[in-house]
């Protein structure tokens, strides 16, 4: 009896290491095709998306009735602004990166006014001065900077790109200055987060061209002086600091928002409450459908819901750092790290000021957070990398043996186009 158990365990060994080789072999197969990249962006982008709104129809109920007199006012603005925002994602994935070289200095200096403007007709809240309000719209200038200076960034080392490779020290007259205009102007809107994004895209232009460490250590140490200057000044900010070390200390004051937001996140346990069963969003937590709204989503769905979005938002990083691994044009390698340092990067400090892990900045969770301000740019952004994902190698030729798609075929049902132009030209 023993000998036959015997004889059956190393067969059994054996094959689930056959096993176990043979998944792992299909796992990099899959890794190594040309529209992996395209498809991760497509898929990541269309979760964390519809994850979003289903997010922000739950936690800003309560306060849209009370505030409008409808629980789904501020549901249907979102969905108004992703309404408007994956065809312009569609669009920007269609467009050749020529047109987003020329797009970034338009953009830049339309940021840099509109910055301007806010200074002197915007609207302060919260203790800071971010907002334009043109009848029922709200404009958020700070928004488009990012993707107006990942842009810019990029054409502007590109352009200086001699046989693939960039020198660092040809950024540091036009590039850096031109960062430190936008920084000022967020900064005196007292904006500390976007200028915190601000500065990890400019940290990725910095890193991709290759600068030497001591570069690094120098900004970052004018980076925190430029921070500790701008806490004094503001007494909230030292405040928020004070909450940050310990927010149990002023449970009722200045820390009363990250208990709040450490409360929901404790009660959703492994797989939350229920959607819609938030307790928090009854008033309890402060702009639970903006910058808290992963700890509503922690309280619904659970320490499980939490790790989706933290899976999902990792690979669309892996995505991003791919398309500029794999491409050997010097813009699209600057631009593709650049955004993915933006959305990523302003991820991580949004779920880790939720988590109390770094300092509340009052920036949105990307693609789930309410505000259309921050999720045209974005999806704007995600479009630009679906276009760079096409310039993979072998991308275009899988592309175009795999046909037209969907919305190509309805069209051409229709009769309002040919099968030809769901094609992507090689």
């Not at 739950?58 to 409008?68: N, V, W």
């Not at 043109?134 to 404009?139: A, D, E, L």
């Not at 020198?167 to 900064?187: C, F, H, K």
């Not at 402060?286 to 989706?308: K, Q, R, Y």
Request: hydrophobic share 55%; glycine share 12%; net charge positive.
């Amino acid at each position: 009896m023993s000998t036959a158990t015997e004889e059956r365990t190393p067969k059994r060994r054996a094959t689930d290491t056959g096993w176990f080789t043979e998944q792992l072999g299909t796992f990099r197969e899959l890794l190594g095709k040309p529209l992996t990249t395209y498809y991760l962006i497509i898929g990541c982008s269309a979760l964390l998306l519809a994850l979003g709104l289903m997010m922000v129809l739950s936690a800003s109920s309560i306060e849209a009735l009370i505030k409008t007199g409808s629980p789904f006012s501020w549901f249907v603005k979102q969905s108004l602004s992703a309404a408007v925002g994956v065809p312009i994602m569609w669009v920007c994935s269609r467009l050749p990166h020529k047109f987003f070289r020329w797009a970034g200095y338009p953009l830049m200096a339309l940021s840099i006014i509109a910055l301007v403007m806010v200074l002197f007709i915007g609207s302060s809240e919260l203790g800071a001065q971010r907002w334009i309000y043109v009848g029922p719209f709200t404009i958020q200038p700070s928004e488009p900077a990012k993707l107006g200076l990942a842009l810019w960034g990029a054409d502007l080392l590109a352009r200086r790109a001699r046989h693939g490779r960039i020198e660092w020290r040809q950024m540091l007259l036009p590039l850096m200055p031109g960062t430190a205009i936008l920084a000022v102007m967020v900064m005196l809107g007292r904006d500390l987060g976007t200028t915190l994004v601000l500065f990890m895209i400019f940290l990725a232009l910095l890193w991709v061209v290759g600068a030497p460490v001591k570069l690094f250590g120098g900004i970052l140490a004018l980076a925190v002086l430029a921070a500790i200057i701008m806490i004094k000044i503001e007494p909230y900010r030292m405040a928020r600091i004070g909450a940050f070390l310990d927010p149990w200390a002023d449970a009722q004051g200045a820390g009363y928002q990250a208990v709040q937001g450490q409360i929901a996140m404790g009660s959703g346990g492994w797989f939350g409450l229920g959607l819609g069963s938030s307790r928090a969003k009854w008033s309890w937590l402060p702009h639970g459908e903006n910058d808290f709204i992963f700890a509503i989503l922690g309280e619904e769905l659970g320490l499980m819901g939490t790790l989706v979005v933290v899976a999902l938002f990792g690979l669309l990083g892996y995505a991003g750092l791919r398309v500029a691994a794999r491409v050997n044009d010097p813009f699209i390698r600057l631009a593709a790290a650049a955004i993915t340092a933006w959305i990523v990067g302003q991820a991580v400090v949004n779920m880790g000021a939720v988590l109390g892990v770094v300092p509340i900045t009052g920036i949105p969770l990307p693609l789930v957070s309410y505000g259309g301000s921050a999720l045209l740019p974005t999806l704007a952004a995600l479009g630009m990398l679906l276009s760079f994902a096409k310039r993979e190698p072998g991308a275009r030729e899988a592309l175009a043996a795999r046909g037209p798609g969907p919305a190509a075929r309805a069209l051409s049902w229709l009769g309002l186009g040919g099968t030809s132009r769901g094609r992507v030209r090689r």
